[in-house]
């Protein structure tokens, strides 16, 4: 079965700083989609960025990135120029496949992440 | 597109109460996924239905839950009799792409119920 793991429960960084998160993951497939979700105060869920495990190329959506490394089944997500709205609990989360008919998201624990101003 | 709707926002109710939640996916998703979000637990899918059939229902906490999909534009996720421990924020999210194309893997969460039982 897949599992993702989130090991740092916590994050504090300074505002306008640089913080990575971290996120490993567990599977036997070659193939599959990894996921960052951000949940502000406000609960709502929204999708950060997105990585297709067959790319090579790191996915990036404005300050945030992602480092891929598929051999270690690493997928962190890097936040530049932390800003006071990045505060909010992360999540990343693992999907089967195209070729798998299961829809099913697996998300990890979450990591909260505080920006110090 | 307005994304995922779901109704109530909040809602406050006395233990043994009927409790309906309902979830209006994005237009042209065939897959949706009931959730719900407490401290203890933190996220756990209840229930998922493709092209409006329950696929995996094994999170479903006991006979007090049932949901249904009716048609595609429409679930419903219901609890009776309710108790405080379902006290929880529920999330309805929705994925799939009608002509196949682009990120039809990718779910997208309505804004939540939160649930309260007395």
């Known amino acids: 079965a897949q599992t993702v793991t989130q090991s740092q429960p916590e994050m504090s960084v300074q505002e306008a700083e640089t913080v990575t998160l971290s996120c490993t993951y567990d599977?036997?497939?070659?193939?599959?989609?990894l996921f960052w979700y951000k949940q502000p105060p406000s609960r709502q869920m929204i999708l950060v960025i997105r990585?297709?495990?067959?790319?090579?190329q790191n996915a990036t959506e404005n300050r945030f990135s992602v480092n891929f490394q598929k051999a270690a089944k690493s997928f962190s997500l890097k936040i530049s120029d932390s800003q006071l709205g990045d505060a909010a609990m992360y999540f990343c989360a693992y999907r089967r496949g195209p070729m798998n008919r299961d829809d099913k998201i697996i998300f990890g624990k979450g990591t909260r992440l505080h920006i110090l101003p | 597109d307005a994304g995922v709707i779901q109704s109530p926002r909040h809602e406050v109710t006395e233990m043994g109460q009927e409790v309906t939640l309902r979830c209006k996916p994005i237009?042209?998703?065939?897959?949706l996924f009931w959730y719900r979000q407490t401290m203890m637990r933190g996220l756990e899918l209840l229930i998922y239905?493709?092209?409006?059939?329950?696929?995996?229902d094994s999170g479903m906490p006991e006979d007090r839950f049932s949901a249904k999909m009716p048609n595609a534009s429409f679930s419903t996720l219901k609890i009776q009799p309710s108790e405080p421990r379902d006290s929880a924020v529920y999330f309805c999210?929705?994925?799939?792409?009608?002509?196949?194309?682009?990120?039809?893997?990718?779910?997208?969460f309505g804004p939540g119920t939160r649930l309260l039982v007395l």
């Open positions: 237009s042209g998703h065939n897959s």
């Open positions: 599977t036997s497939e070659s193939d599959y989609y």
């Open positions: 239905f493709n092209n409006n059939v329950p696929i995996d």
């Open positions: 990585q297709e495990a067959y790319k090579q």
């Open positions: 999210a929705s994925s799939g792409t009608p002509l196949g194309g682009r990120d039809r893997e990718t779910q997208y």
